[in-house]
């Protein structure tokens, strides 16, 4: 819309007849030399203006991964099963979901989007918000693990959707047993990033649950990085899921249960001391109901108790009953430096729900067929006060097996028709499958930029027995799984498809890392081995057939004799360290 | 800010008397299971709320490129020279910028960065909307080739500096000689996105510019991605700019002028029907001062004349002379379809300004010593109806030479102690140096996740004698510059830091990258071939040894007859072919 918008502004310039003259001949434009003259202070002043942020991410639609139509199917797909799945789990239910993507008309450009949850419900009237607005939500300001954190995912689907077809965004959803049902048409007003919409009530059988249909420009891809390999791999990291997928030529896939446990509840912490910086502390200083300074330590942040207050006060020489809003700038440099120098409890780790190692092994057999596998879950850390996990599966197939997925969708470790001496070059074979994962969402897209590929490339697997080329992801029959489970996950754009390499982070990723290769390492050696003593016999056998006919050009041998030159040098040779 | 928000609900949800539980006992927490009960549907309603962008960066500020001390600074200082770039061409007037870091008191983790320009200034009553507000600014709206595009930037180093260090960021700016230069202190309230600030009228010699200080947290490093190489490759793409720079130890580093031209001035171009969406068009259409749907296809668009709009029309059955606001949902259909399926001239270029071959070839002489210049600089072609062109520029040095950067600054190659063999073998020597820059500014971070890098590796190196591992970029003494020239560049995020995959741009680039190297490959050869041959002697004296020794063991030669077997051993193995 930002076109549109910007073409206001120049229609104003055009308006002083210059348009006529352009539309007169054609197709020359009007003269741009007319319609931008040189710039001064106050022409340019007449330009600058608010951008809404639907604007800005209509214009920028790639941020948050509606950026080609292939894309565009899977990602609206993810927003809307993330939010299905973290309503379901905050309102404690076992989540029953059904996807299904239709043909609109017998077009394969245009499709149908439809997902539908048991989950609580929306009150009728956030529905318009929730679906109609960015940067609108609920999970963005709690400190607590959760799938969706920005307000921004379905929105933008919905908004990509009106963009390429036209059409809003339609929701049913019903909140409660006692709850009238309702059905919304939702449409974004880019400009003020607001929703318009119509409502009327409806009948639906269900108890609770939410059902949001949004029509856009697509394509459908099955295999790698299609809708069908997305949910597999949800299913994995969420065995808790009931799911039932139909695609647009009406195949279902169901995914059952593998477990009857929700995910352990995650709680709600508040900010930690240790993560707060200066200005967030100067601002919540501002905002506290707290007329004291110990109380508003106390109270607005987990883990300090009176004696860490105290202890706090007097390291900054502020007095505990001092008004915080009588703090000044000085003083408030002065609190934050005692907050870092005060040693503070790690804050509770309740608000993250890590997979574990026994459910990722699991969940890797179930996927992976292969000889060997390996799971570490680290202990949760704190990064600018906020706890995160990483956890690390590994699955290795046979030396010179490759991993192929098969039309089931599963992965199997399958022989290489490749000489093995390539693959000990690392020129052959195929570089490890890596699955991303982020509070159970599977990552899609932009794996190159993701801190977890980072971290996969600086191991050095060589120790572990693989080969690696440089900065490249190490080589052979292995599948790589990490996730990451943090309160706020520093995604790389607002699509969410990759981890920004914050330092903490790497650090986790690397050991969790290091801890699995290292066993994996034992694992591969001996196969390892086996290649070498081949590789060695093929430099043998390549050269003995050159010396003999050397030989016999040079000693006139008889047969006998060069067969016996041959047998022995084969020793020799065989013997000789410096092969 | 996100945190202090946070904090309120949850002060108001504690404000039934639990704070006081939890500050008697420490450090346990107040009941979390009584903060967050199982929720329904009413209960998360009262947590959905709108979310201020700056708010949304605030937390998320590593999209900024504000993640790091490190980065900030040189974010920081990136942002607002691209600023002073586009108002002084915007303004045609010869660029002469001042950029100053000074450390604050002898803290090496705060400093004072300071850019000062001659543009035309800021009229008085923009300034605290162009500091103090996200998504703010007049490049947005405008297809014409810019530094900046999204009205962020300079805001969002503001609000990282308030972050840090509770400061505001400090503006001078007069606005032409008759004006009354003005000096601002703001502050981003980030609850609104809106600036707070004071202001008084100054002295300030100078006859127009802008000059912004920002105090913030920050790392301070010479070297790769500092400073010093940042202003470097931004003269290099800018050789018509004069700038200053003194770091924080005092020592003052100065850019002159390659040339006394501006660049080409670009022109502002209106929409291109074929970069235009059917969401874009049903609100171009609601929004359009014409009266008529041909007049509307002329006015809004370029590139449409009479007979165009008239052919449109009648393709889509629409009368021309139909009132825009009365095309309704299917008619914007067959509209769409009617311009996608109307041949129209391409938009015009003169939006864009490359750098072209002769100044690329002569910033890299200028900048990397190396034996072989190549550059292609493609002409412009359409995306989404917004004109782009990729240039690209080769430095190569001798093969086996490694490239270093000198302390001036300046890359130089040199030769590697290294076993040729081993570099051969693609093991050893560094991967080629890729100098990337979109819109004349040169892109620093996130290298891995641009679609620059990704076709760098995407191209087959081999084919022109450079060694490169599986999916990595080549290995070679050789720098590769990449540009891309724009009216709307897709960064993969705010921070303009990659480039993002659109397959339109990919082709320019591996094009591009193809016509450069295909005259690289004819160069590197001759050496590639020197090298085999001497890998290949490597082979021979590494196995006649063995041979020899095995001889004497057999036959019980002599030490004339081991001679004389060794010399023809060595012709027969240099003549055989398998070798």
């Not at 999970?139 to 963009?163: P, T």
């Not at 440099?333 to 509770?348: G, H, N, S």
């Not at 330092?503 to 290292?518: F, N």
């Not at 030989?551 to 030159?565: G, M, N, Q, S, T």
Request: with cysteine; aromatic share 6%; proline share 6%.
């Amino acid at each position: 819309m930002s076109n549109s918008s910007g073409q206001q502004d120049l229609f104003a310039e055009n308006n002083e007849g210059k348009t006529a003259m352009a539309a007169a001949k054609e197709p020359k434009e009007p003269k741009a030399k007319a319609e931008t003259p040189t710039e001064n202070a106050e022409s340019m002043a007449k330009r600058q203006r608010e951008i809404s942020v639907s604007e800005f991410f209509t214009k920028n639609r790639h941020l948050l991964g509606f950026d080609s139509p292939r894309k565009a199917l899977l990602t609206a797909v993810k927003e809307a099963v993330d939010n299905s799945l973290d309503a379901c789990e905050e309102g404690r239910i076992m989540p029953d979901i059904r996807v299904t993507i239709s043909r609109i008309g017998d077009s394969d450009k245009k499709y149908t989007m439809t997902v539908e949850d048991n989950g609580p419900g929306i009150v009728k009237a956030q529905v318009p918000n929730v679906f109609g607005r960015l940067l609108y939500g609920s999970k963005f300001h709690r400190l607590r693990q959760s799938r969706g954190q920005q307000g921004i995912g379905i929105s933008a689907a919905g908004m990509y959707g009106q963009l390429t077809t036209g059409m809003p965004v339609r929701v049913r959803s019903k909140a409660g047993k006692r709850a009238t049902p309702c059905y919304y048409e939702i449409r974004i007003d880019s400009a003020k990033n607001r929703p318009v919409s119509t409502e009327k009530d409806i009948e639906w059988e269900k108890d609770h649950g939410t059902e949001v249909s949004i029509d856009m420009e697509g394509e459908y891809r099955r295999g790698q990085r299609g809708i069908e390999e997305f949910l597999k791999l949800m299913a994995v990291a969420n065995p808790h899921v009931h799911l039932v997928y139909t695609d647009p030529d009406g195949n279902v896939t169901e995914y059952l249960r593998g477990t009857k446990e929700l995910p352990k509840e995650v709680e709600e912490i508040k900010p930690h001391p240790h993560g707060v910086e200066l200005g967030i502390l100067l601002k919540m200083l501002q905002e506290t109901e707290s007329t004291q300074v110990s109380a508003f330590l106390q109270n607005d942040f987990s883990r300090v108790g009176p004696s860490v207050a105290k202890e706090i006060c007097a390291q900054a020489g502020i007095k505990p009953e001092t008004n915080p809003r009588r703090v000044q700038n000085d003083d408030v440099i002065k609190m934050k430096a005692a907050i870092d120098a005060t040693k503070i409890m790690a804050p509770p780790l309740s608000c993250i729900a890590p997979i574990g190692e026994e459910l990722i092994i699991a969940g890797l057999k179930k996927e992976v067929e292969a000889d060997f596998y390996v799971a570490a879950s680290r202990k949760p850390v704190v990064y600018r006060g906020r706890p995160f996990a990483i956890e690390v599966g590994l699955a290795y197939g046979k030396p010179g097996d490759t991993l192929q997925m098969t039309d089931s969708g599963k992965i199997v470790a399958q022989e290489k028709k490749k000489v093995n001496e390539e693959v000990l070059m690392g020129a052959a074979d195929e570089p490890v499958r890596l699955i991303r994962f982020a509070n159970r969402v599977p990552l899609v897209f932009q794996q190159s930029a993701c801190a977890i590929t980072k971290a996969v490339i600086d191991t050095n697997w060589k120790n572990y027995g693989l080969l690696q080329p440089r900065g490249a992801l190490p080589i052979g029959p292995l599948v790589v799984f990490v996730h990451i489970a943090s309160v706020w996950v520093p995604f790389t754009s607002e699509s969410k498809e990759a981890i920004a390499s914050y330092d903490e982070i790497r650090d986790e990723l690397r050991l969790a890392l290091m801890e699995c290769g290292r066993r994996l390492g034992t694992h591969v050696r001996k196969g390892r081995k086996l290649a070498n003593e081949f590789k060695k016999r093929n430099y043998i056998t390549m050269y003995i057939p050159h010396v003999v006919e050397a030989l016999k050009d040079i000693l006139v041998l008889d047969e006998p004799a060069v067969k016996k030159a041959t047998e022995s040098l084969t020793t020799v040779l065989e013997k000789s360290r410096k092969l």
